[in-house]
């Protein structure tokens, strides 16, 4: 690991990026503009990634940045100005004049039976958010990034990413939300087949690598009878949305990123119970909504119970097979309480029965509102909150719509 002395410190308007939302809630007098580039070095003969960060023109307002970091798969670390590498944390003093810092990533990694992310040497699938790690950075009051990625490939592949295409090969990062712009979200590269159709107003890409069994046109059909559904719920969707999908050794199921989502090649689009994993993942997308400590299965029962009820309103499927979806999830949960509920990763029975949950809350919003108001209104609140979400913000945002306590809420006790 390479390292120089570091700088004095010559400046005092520093802030920490954990300040920084409260930070663009106020007028900034100046804006300080750096730039920083991101570069991508796929190597599928050593089944790694070179990456390198580089900060450019405006770097003096950087102070430092904190990365965390999984040692599993980051390694490497080479840098200019000052590193320090602490188990899972690395801090890179930068010089003022800017400077690089690089690292490799091992690209493949178990799930299970299968891979979350996989590289061949002719295809690789994997999240962003695993090969540029989060960060936290001391930097000027008033100073953004300008972030790109650029990608290298070996000759005759390809690249997608959630992210707007600038020129060839080179990527706009914005993460309006986040204190430290960096590459996130599912991306895929190599020999792929991409189809791209623009839905309800999303830019929507689905992309799998070639001889895979990636079913691109069934799921931009099934994205045009669903999505407009669910614009109806929540109206700012993302400018674009990325569908990524893969057979040979992918895990088979499915999983939400910032923007998109991967779901393994032999996954049904519409399951023999009705639900539909790509909508269950597409809510998840959609929404961004995140459960607090113990509170999981509050955002996994809304996106199984929405991805049954938008193929209803879609008219996907028929009535009949949307309470025969309810009947097996009532099957399915077995005979939990609602105690068994709270958990910080639902699955199986625990997703069932929260689903069952969610239908009665709509039920009981529906009635006692006159008709006016349903689990809809309920998600709006949530998703405007932008919060994690617990069962007292869930009771908070019920008892907005609704004007009163949910009864279905009542026996649930605390969490």
Known sequence: MRTTPPRPISRLRFIAAGALLALAATAVAEEFPYALRYDL????????????????????????????????????????????????QLTWTPPDAGGRLSFTAKIDHRRGSGFDARMTEDWALFRGDDLFPPARLLQEAGSEAEAELHVHLPEGWSFVAPYPLLRPNVYLIENPERGFDRPTGWMAAGRLGVRRERIAGVEVT?????????????????????????????????????????R??????????????????????????????????????????????????????????YSLKLMWRSGTISRQRYQRGFRQLARWSGDLELADLVTDRARGPVTARAVLLMRQLDQEIYRESGRQRSLDDVVKRLVADRQPVDLERLRGAVEAVLGAPAKTLADMGGQ
């Open 41 to 88: 070095t796929l190597r599928p003969e050593e089944g790694r990634a070179d990456v390198v960060l580089t900060l450019g023109e405006g770097s003096e307002w950087v102070r430092w940045l904190r990365f965390s970091i999984d040692p599993r798969r980051l390694e490497g670390f080479e840098g200019d100005g000052q590193l320090e590498l602490d188990g899972r």
């Open 206 to 246: 689905v992309a799998g690598p070639m001889n895979q069994g990636v079913r691109r046109m069934d799921i931009l059909a099934f994205l045009n009878w669903n999505l407009p559904e669910l614009r109806a719920i929540v109206d700012e969707l993302p400018e674009r949305i990325l569908v990524v999908s893969a």
């Open 248 to 305: 040979d050794e992918m895990w088979r199921g499915g999983l939400s990123g910032p923007n998109s989502l991967y779901l393994h090649a032999d996954r049904p689009l519409l399951s023999e119970n009705g639900t539909s994993t790509l909508l269950h993942e597409l809510v998840h997308v959609v929404t961004r909504l995140r459960g607090a400590a113990g509170s999981d299965w509050i955002v996994e029962g809304l996106a199984e119970y």
